[in-house]
């Protein structure tokens, strides 16, 4: 296990851009994994995409980002949390895009900074960092070692 801050952790990704494969949202929490519990929760998937629409067709497979994050996560010694804290680990809905005046959100992997505030990485910004209001959970990991 390695002695990573989580705040040396996202800034090291300031100036690294959003791309399949390389740093998407599963990315983005398995790298937090593997710097802090020194196992890669996608070691077996790492690099086998680089586009959209191949990192969708192994969410197919397992079954959705939902339960593909409740499966991997599990397997590294992660357990539901009902109360997240700075460091644990999440699946959010996040904001994507505007249509027609309504704000569409998909579930999308972030990290926990607080018990309030998450952070995730985006497509077009980078890393966010946002409270619940605008980064709702859907289901909170915490690692019980």
Same mark, same amino acid.
Do not use: Q
């Given at each position: 296990?390695?002695?990573?801050?989580?705040?040396?952790?996202?800034?090291?990704l300031?100036d690294?851009?959003?791309?399949?494969?390389?740093?998407?949202?599963?990315?983005?929490?398995?790298?937090w994994?593997?710097?802090?519990?020194?196992?890669?929760?996608?070691?077996?998937?790492?690099?086998?995409?680089?586009?959209?629409?191949?990192?969708?067709?192994?969410?197919?497979?397992?079954?959705?980002?939902?339960?593909?994050c409740?499966?991997?996560? &599990?397997?590294?010694?992660?357990?539901?949390?009902? #109360?997240?804290?700075? +460091? $644990? !680990?999440? /699946? @959010?809905? *996040?904001?994507?895009?505007?249509?027609?005046?309504?704000?569409?959100?998909?579930?999308?992997? &972030?990290?926990?900074?607080?018990?309030?505030?998450? #952070?995730?990485?985006? +497509? $077009? !910004?980078? /890393? @966010?960092? *946002?409270?619940?209001?605008?980064?709702?959970?859907?289901?909170?990991?915490?690692?019980?070692?």
């Amino acid at each position: 296990m390695a002695d990573v801050s989580l705040k040396a952790y996202l800034a090291a990704l300031v100036d690294r851009g959003w791309r399949p494969g390389a740093l998407d949202c599963g990315v983005f929490m398995a790298d937090w994994v593997w710097a802090v519990r020194g196992v890669d929760p996608i070691a077996d998937v790492r690099g086998s995409y680089s586009t959209v629409r191949e990192f969708r067709r192994i969410l197919r497979r397992e079954g959705g980002f939902e339960k593909s994050c409740a499966v991997r996560l &599990a397997r590294v010694g992660y357990t539901p949390t009902e #109360a997240p804290a700075a +460091s $644990d !680990l999440a /699946v @959010v809905l *996040a904001p994507f895009a505007v249509r027609g005046g309504k704000i569409l959100r998909r579930p999308t992997g &972030a990290i926990c900074v607080s018990e309030k505030l998450r #952070a995730v990485m985006t +497509s $077009d !910004l980078g /890393v @966010v960092i *946002a409270d619940n209001n605008l980064l709702p959970v859907i289901k909170a990991y915490h690692h019980n070692g």
